[in-house]
């Protein structure tokens, strides 16, 4: 049988990188749904490894756009009117598992898995989103008063998209990466 179309796959297949957003700001309400989205998401242990930073404040989303915009990358950041910021917080694994790994061994998974859901949530909001790869962390845990020492999980920019066409997925071929035995 082929792949049948759902609702969750229209999701994903309706999310996708922006870059380029319009003036109109984004509301705060819009925000709180896409961190719930964050904090429901699975982890192992349930350990939670993460925390949200939400920057909304006109003057300090400019600054941590300016954090973004490193070596000459994401000069569209400038237009964003908001950011999520996911940081990694120590994760209490139960204790059988703690014994053989190391306490942050899911961590970048879990983080993984919470920006997916944060992004996913704002496509449902109608905000577009990027995961920002390439910034100043220092710089941006001076501004919001974050602990230098903090790991982030995500940087990720939101508004509303400029240009809302949805773009085909360039993505390897179904065939190409799985294999049922
Ligand atoms: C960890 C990570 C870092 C990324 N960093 C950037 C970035 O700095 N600038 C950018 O324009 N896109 C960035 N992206 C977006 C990817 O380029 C994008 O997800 C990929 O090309 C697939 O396209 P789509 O998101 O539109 O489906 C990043 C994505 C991830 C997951």
Redesign the pocket.
């Given at each position: 049988m082929g792949i049948i179309m759902s609702d969750f796959l229209d999701l994903c297949k309706k999310r996708?990188?922006c870059?380029g957003f319009s003036e109109q700001p984004v509301e705060h309400d819009k925000l709180v749904q896409c961190v719930e989205a964050g904090r429901l998401t699975h982890s192992g242990c349930n350990a939670q490894p993460w925390s949200f930073v939400v920057v909304e404040s006109p003057e300090l989303v400019a600054q941590i756009a300016q954090c973004g915009q490193q070596l000459n990358?994401?000069a569209w950041l400038g237009s964003a009117k908001a950011f999520i910021i996911i940081l990694e917080e120590h994760a209490v694994l139960s204790p059988v598992i703690s014994c053989f790994l190391d306490s942050q061994y899911y961590a970048k998974g879990d983080l993984g898995a919470a920006t997916a859901y944060v992004c996913l949530e704002a496509t449902v909001q109608g905000l577009g989103s990027?995961?920002?790869?390439?910034y100043d962390r220092k710089k941006i845990c001076e501004l919001l008063n974050i602990p230098v020492e903090k790991q982030f999980g995500a940087v990720i920019a939101l508004g509303y998209p400029l240009n809302d066409t949805i773009?085909s997925?360039k993505r390897k071929a179904f065939e190409d990466i799985v294999k049922f035995v």
């Open positions: 996708q990188s870059r990358q994401n990027c995961i920002i790869g390439v773009r997925k």
